[in-house]
């Protein structure tokens, strides 16, 4: 089993913590770098995912891209049903939340992480990253009410696919330099998450 990607990025870093919980260890393959053997630009990583973005899963014939459909692959291959769920009504459950955290949360931060952080120059206009900010932390605040009322998890009492992209997504806020609420549960509920090895290695480690 191949990775490529980056493992600083946030993409990748949730199909490694993935990977964690399953106890995989894919080999993992430095793409989306600036040099031209490792560009997601280039020809070859275009023949694997024309698309020409990170990360990719490559297993045995079958080559995967978008990082949550990688995620509920890998938790579907090892018949993992604790973080990916069978029945209907609950695996349902996990996939609204992680493809909350695709649409409307990362859409949400765009402007203001990557001015403030990645320091891009086509997100340079202050009122842009002041929008976002302010998207950003209705969407955590939207996060905080339903973990009041959620259990110990995003999706109740038990650890799923939820949990890794969502936290993901937490420490990337944590790490922005915007004025944020205080959002207790969102804090209680990342306490609670990071003792989880998969945590410690590729979410809270310095990288947002």
């Not at 001015?115 to 976002?132: E, F, I, T």
Request: glycine content about 4%; some cysteine.
């Amino acid at each position: 089993m191949r990775l490529l990607g980056q493992p600083n990025s946030i993409n990748v870093r949730k199909v490694l913590w993935t990977c964690v919980e399953l106890n995989l260890e894919p080999n993992i393959e430095h793409w989306g770098g600036t040099e031209d053997n490792h560009a997601t630009s280039s020809p070859d990583f275009r023949a694997v995912n024309p698309k020409g973005l990170v990360p990719v899963l490559i297993d045995r014939d079958t080559a995967l891209s978008e990082s949550n459909t990688i995620c509920r692959y890998l938790a579907a291959r090892e018949n993992r049903t604790d973080l990916l769920p069978v029945a209907l009504v609950e695996r349902a459950t996990v996939e609204v939340w992680m493809d909350w955290q695709q649409t409307e949360l990362n859409n949400a931060w765009r402007a203001a992480f990557m001015g403030l952080v990645r320091h891009d120059r086509a997100y340079s206009d202050v009122v842009s990253q002041q929008a976002s900010a302010n998207a950003w932390n209705e969407q955590m605040s939207l996060l905080d009410t339903h973990l009041a009322n959620s259990g110990s998890f995003v999706c109740g009492d038990a650890f799923t696919l939820a949990d890794i992209v969502l936290a993901l997504s937490v420490n990337r806020w944590e790490m922005t330099p915007i004025t944020k609420p205080s959002l207790s549960n969102v804090a209680a509920w990342m306490e609670h998450l990071s003792s989880r090895p998969g945590f410690q290695l590729h979410c809270r480690n310095g990288v947002p």
